[in-house]
């Protein structure tokens, strides 16, 4: 059974940087089974995604928040991590990491998600 | 990439059945089967209900179904119940390793 688990400050003051850490437990991260995605949700409001890596370190981000948004992944740790600069109110939100099917069975599926950590900016 | 449209609420009684939309465009629901649905309860992690546009997980009630026309995917929650009173969000592929979520439906079971 794997999980998800998100860490990082709850706290962030405005123009700094976020920095989350995803620890993925029960397996290998390095399997060609899934991608490992952050996602967002303001309070009140809807789920945004922010983006992905893969094991091999391939990365991709929402056009929205490429510029301010790193994603990396550390296979010796089995953790994979967001940071995002130069932040904003407008970037308080519970952020989640998420695993996302990769192969042909549930394609392209959120199928297994983190508790979810709330990450203020003031 | 544009959030996809989902209606803000819908609500019905025990019993009755309820469609949510999720409208795109011809760049994402229409061109790729990638939509997926999830259900929210306050507080709650998102639990995928519906992948590939119509495919159920196993565990989840065969109460749920959905289905892709054109732009516009498709939520149906049939014998509602207490318990799906919750947010619905809808997921698609964007292309270019892109993907969106719709604004979320608050299901009321009145």
């Known amino acids: 059974q794997m999980y998800l688990q998100e860490s990082g400050p709850g706290l962030v003051k405005p123009s700094e940087a976020l920095s989350l850490t995803c620890t993925v437990s029960?397996?290998?991260?390095?399997?060609?089974?899934?991608?490992w995605d952050w996602i967002r949700q303001p309070p009140g409001k809807g789920l945004e995604w922010i983006g992905t890596?893969?094991?091999?370190?391939?990365?991709y981000s929402s056009p929205s928040l490429q510029s301010r948004v790193t994603i990396s992944i550390d296979t010796s740790t089995n953790q994979f991590s967001l940071k995002m600069i130069s932040v904003t109110a407008t970037d308080t939100a519970v952020y989640y990491c998420a695993r996302r099917s990769a192969a042909s069975l549930r394609q392209g599926a959120f199928d297994l998600w983190g508790q979810g950590t709330m990450v203020t900016v003031s | 990439q544009s959030a996809l449209t989902q209606p803000a609420s819908v609500s019905a009684s025990p019993g009755q059945s309820i469609t949510i939309s999720c409208a795109g465009s011809s760049s994402d629901i229409g061109t790729y089967k990638l939509v997926s649905w999830y259900q929210q309860h306050p507080g709650k992690v998102p639990k995928l209900i519906i992948y590939e546009a119509s495919r159920r997980p196993s565990e989840v009630s065969t109460r749920f179904s959905a289905s892709k026309s054109g732009n516009t995917a498709s939520l149906t929650i049939s014998g509602l119940q207490a318990d799906d009173e919750a947010d619905y969000y809808c997921s698609s592929y964007v292309g270019s390793s892109n993907w969106v979520f719709g604004g979320g439906t608050k299901l009321t079971v009145l």
């Open positions: 029960g397996d290998s991260i390095t399997t060609n089974s899934y991608y």
């Open positions: 890596v893969y094991y091999t370190g391939t990365t």
